[in-house]
């Protein structure tokens, strides 16, 4: 019976290859042979039988064709009349010989295609393993580790990775392996049928050709490197380019983009055509090498013919031996430069793993135990760079139930304290608390489970409606979602278009408008039922009668539950039980709305800053004169 899989990232497995093929299987070896799964073990010996029986098969084809071929020579049985007396006794003897033949043959190729149906599974669930095991560690890295990615290399890192992981294991295990053993059956039958100087010779000829392989292959593994990392490149500038498709007819920069991207590809053009000559200097140099080498063999041969020593068969059965051997020497050029190139993607995926998570649960951390979600900021101090702080001795208390603004100018700290709560990264100092509980003594599940986000600017996923407010609880049945819609007041919207909820919003949703993605996202969080909201620039992007919409959604979702408000707009928190004021990375102010007024201090010099631009805009937009400066609105 198929087990299901851990439901956590295990990548102790993992040694990084560099290049190396042992510790690459090393690295899959707990994949291929898992100690949870008998049935994957069974098909693995089940294979490598199968695997030599085929081989058994295989080296006898030959034989069976030398004795058919004596058989059938009159020199080999003393003249025509050696042939037994009559024409049955010359049509019996080869017939059988013939039958075995092709059942050697019909064998060989029978156990080698049930030994790739047999290990079809152990492949395929292996990479799922490796690719499951890497997609979630992505996920369990640090924002930090995102904000600086590039989408489009990190896919296809793993894109290739994952596919160099069959080729890797169907080389190694069925390719080189079976080869080698082949040759090694080869040479022990010719010494023994005929002398030390055939099985040298043949010897000598695969020895030059793995070793003359293996130099020049060396060589060009640079070469398919720097293809890998020009086509990365390429990649990664179309996909941002396209994902930024706006932007680029914004400012009709639509062939300076390109140009860009065919600078990328000229690059990787460049090291294609190395490439490929390269592997035309490696194709001739294999196939001077066997010429050579049959040519030796047959050579000896012919000459044990004319002086009596060998058969026709004999002939025919080092000949068929070389050629034989040279289909997989042959494909084993082909073996070794797909196992090199495999290896580098590998390495390029398990790269990925080696990176540190920064955030991790700690061995003992147990899961958060909310009992009124009551939120501490202790003393907190933080910098993304040591050499540069945000946050310096942030101190405040967001009770059960109530709501607490924070707000202050562009650059003061206020989103950093929103992915310090989500955990996304550790303080450096002072402690961040819910409900006595240090989050970093918590798992990041329950901690991020109890917090709902509306964010300013809501990203969502290619895929319907439904789809993207059913996130906030994946599972939820189709009346829970519609409920969620409801309470949003996204409800009639949603019927009114054309597949109602079925309609699939766009690439990050931009089927969909400012204030339309918002209503989904506060769907999408009701229906989550977090414990602790938190509106992080919620409305600053909305125009002003749609951010008046969504505010009073806000305070509608947001009635009994503890609040954390960052925003620019001080119109949108008047009604905060307690306002900060954050500024260079520090609480100069703290109080309601009308004391921090009364006190004329930052907040109410930002507040009249704001009140006067509003009035400005007003103005300007209804033709009439703006407002006198400085005068605030009345509290």
């Known amino acids: 019976m198929r087990r299901s899989l851990p439901p956590t990232s295990d990548t102790s497995a993992f040694t990084r290859p560099s290049g190396d093929l042992r510790a690459a299987i090393r690295s899959l070896g707990p994949y291929i042979w898992p100690r949870d799964s008998v049935e994957t073990r ?5 294979a490598m039988l199968l695997l030599i029986g085929a081989k058994v098969a ?6 069976f064709y030398k004795h058919a071929v004596d058989a059938l020579t ?7 009349a050696g042939l037994g007396g009559g024409p049955g006794a010359v049509v019996a003897i080869p017939l059988g010989l013939i039958v075995a033949y092709g059942l050697a043959r019909v064998t060989s190729l029978v156990f080698a295609e ?11 669930r292996t990479i799922r393993r490796v690719a499951l095991s890497v997609f979630r560690h992505l996920h369990a890295l640090s924002l930090r580790f995102h904000l600086e ?11 290739r990775g994952t596919r160099a992981i069959e080729s890797l294991l169907r080389y190694t295990l069925f390719s080189i392996v079976p080869t080698l053993v082949e040759i090694a059956l080869v040479c022990a039958i010719l010494w023994k049928l005929f002398s030390v100087w055939f099985a040298l010779a043949t010897f000598v000829t695969v020895m030059g050709y793995i070793l003359y392989t293996f130099f020049v292959s060396e060589w060009r593994i640079k070469f398919r490197r720097l293809m890998n990392d020009t086509d990365s490149k390429a990649n990664t500038k179309a996909i941002d380019s396209l994902l930024n498709y ?34 035309s200097l490696l194709n001739v140099g294999q196939s001077a090498i066997i010429s050579l080498g049959l040519a030796a063999v047959m050579g000896m041969a012919a000459k044990g013919i004319v002086d009596g020593s060998m058969s026709l068969g004999d002939f025919v059965l080092v000949n068929t031996y070389l050629l034989q051997l040279y289909q997989p020497l042959n494909f084993f050029g082909v073996v070794y430069r797909e196992i090199k190139q495999s290896l580098i993607d590998i390495e390029s995926m398990v790269t990925l793993l080696a990176v540190d998570r920064e955030v991790a649960d700690g061995p003992d951390a147990k899961p958060l135990a909310v009992d009124g979600a009551e939120l501490r900021f202790e003393g907190v101090e933080f910098g993304y760079d040591p050499r540069r702080p945000i946050l310096k001795d942030v101190s405040f208390t967001v009770p059960a139930g109530r709501t607490v603004a924070i707000v202050g100018p562009s650059g003061a700290g206020k989103s950093t304290i929103s992915r310090l709560l989500f955990r996304f990264y550790d303080v450096n100092g002072g402690r961040v608390l819910i409900d006595g509980q240090d989050i970093r003594g918590v798992t990041q599940s329950s901690l991020r489970a109890s917090i709902g986000i509306v964010p300013q600017d809501t990203v969502l996923f290619n ?6 407010i059913a996130y906030g609880r994946p599972g ?11 309470l949003a007041h996204i409800h009639d919207f949603i019927m009114a278009l054309p597949d109602g909820y079925q309609t699939t919003v766009g690439e990050r949703g931009l089927k969909l408008s400012g204030g339309e993605k918002q209503r989904v996202a506060i769907a999408r969080t009701i229906l989550k039922d977090p414990a602790i909201l938190l509106f992080d620039e919620a409305t600053s992007a909305l125009d002003t009668h749609t951010e008046r919409e969504i505010q009073a959604n806000l305070r509608e979702v947001s009635r009994g539950r503890t609040t954390l408000v960052i925003a620019h707009r001080l119109s949108t928190v008047i009604d905060a039980d307690e306002i900060l004021v954050l500024e260079a990375g520090r609480v100069i102010e703290r109080g309601h709305h009308t004391d921090l007024l009364a006190a004329r201090g930052a907040y109410a010099a930002l507040w009249a800053r704001q009140q006067e631009a509003s009035q400005a805009a007003v103005g300007s937009s209804t033709g009439g004169p703006a407002p006198l400066p400085g005068v605030l609105a009345p509290t």
């Not at 049930?114 to 395929?124: C, I, N």
């Open 42 to 46: 069974v098909r693995v010996v089940l």
């Open 58 to 63: 295989n080296v006898y084809v030959p034989i």
């Open 74 to 80: 009159p020199a080999s049985a003393g003249g025509s």
């Open 114 to 124: 049930l030994r790739d149906a047999v290990f079809a599974t152990v492949a395929q």
């Open 149 to 159: 990615r590039q989408t489009g290399g990190l896919t296809r890192s793993l894109e």
């Open 246 to 279: 706006e932007t680029v007819k914004y400012f009709g920069n639509e062939e300076h983009e390109a140009r860009r991207y065919d600078g990328a590809l000229q690059s990787y053009e460049k090291a294609a055509v190395r490439s490929q000559q390269s592997l």
């Open 463 to 468: 895929d319907t409606v439904f789809y993207n």
């Open 476 to 486: 939820a049945s189709p009346a829970e979602v519609e409920r969620a819609a409801r």
